[in-house]
Nanobody, 126 residues
Framework: QVQLVESGGGLVQAGGSLRLSCADSGRTFSRYAMGWFRQAPGKEREFVAAIRRSGSTTYYADSVKGRFTISRPNAQNTVYLQMNNLKPEDTAVYYC???????????????????WGQGTQVTVSS
């Protein structure tokens, strides 16, 4: 059973950095591509970044490209999201998710991710 647990959120000033972690207590999510999504108050959940199962290919939303880095080091049952140069508009609850549906849909397609963590709050002050 895959259970995803996010950590690393918090309060940071604009321009600062945070690193989010997503651990799988079931130790099976190595089979899946993984993604990070976020949801700000009053807004829909949106794609942030994704990484293939092998870790060889990554994908980013335009709004975070060049500032955020997703990774999944070999032999670690954890996916990371390094967030640099944070902006107030990055404030949201961040969720990691496992892409359990294999399809030709874009990696940003939320519906292909069927396993979700509980989320971690990121707040960026101006």
């Amino acid at each position: 059973q895959v259970q995803l647990v996010e950590s690393g959120g918090g309060l940071v000033q604009a321009g600062g950095s945070l690193r989010l972690s997503c651990a799988d207590s079931g130790r099976t999510f190595s089979r899946y591509a993984m993604g990070w999504f976020r949801q700000a108050p009053g807004k829909e959940r949106e794609f942030v970044a994704a990484i293939r199962r092998s870790g060889s290919t990554t994908y980013y939303a335009d709004s975070v490209k060049g500032r955020f880095t997703i990774s999944r080091p070999n032999a670690q049952n954890t996916v990371y999201l390094q967030m640099n140069n944070l902006k107030p508009e990055d404030t949201a609850v961040y969720y990691c998710a496992a892409r359990t549906i294999i399809s030709g849909a874009p990696m940003a397609s939320l519906g292909e991710y069927r396993l979700w963590g509980q989320g971690t709050q990121v707040t960026v002050s101006s």
